[in-house]
């Protein structure tokens, strides 16, 4: 018998367990281009003040962005990386966005469903993290 089940997943626990991959989980494989400075710039101009500086760390901006579906961060392959001050030749692994993030959550369901069950009852941790990464990133764990 298949049952499906509908369950809301917050946009602070996805920033949440993302964040944790970014801190960690995922380090070894991932790299950004600076998405915690593009963040804040992000939302500077739809404060309409090039400046802006809320005191708001890019953590909470992240749950900003997937909250009003606006999320679109590349990840790129760390192994790519010949030079951090150039991005431009970096190998693109995706990207994550509002669809991607969905589709995560759904694949974390159905094939990871312990990382699934440890994410949604709050006892994730750093492997949980990385699984949804690649998941948001790739659509399939492919490091680790």
Known sequence: MKVTIEQEVSA???ADVLVT???GGSNYWYASDGFEKNLKASEAISKGNDNYESGVP???LLANRIQDESINLP????ESVC????ASNWDLLGR?????ISMAIKTMAEL???HFSDMMNDKYDGDTADVFLQLCTMQDVVFG
């Not at 994550?96 to 991607?100: E, G, L, M, P, V």
């Open 58 to 60: 890019w953590w909470g």
């Open 75 to 78: 990840i790129y392959d760390i």
């Open 21 to 23: 991959a970014f801190e």
């Open 12 to 14: 602070q626990r996805i």
């Open 83 to 86: 030079s951090w001050d150039d």
């Open 112 to 114: 990871y469903p312990v």
């Open 96 to 100: 994550i966005t509002t669809a991607s």
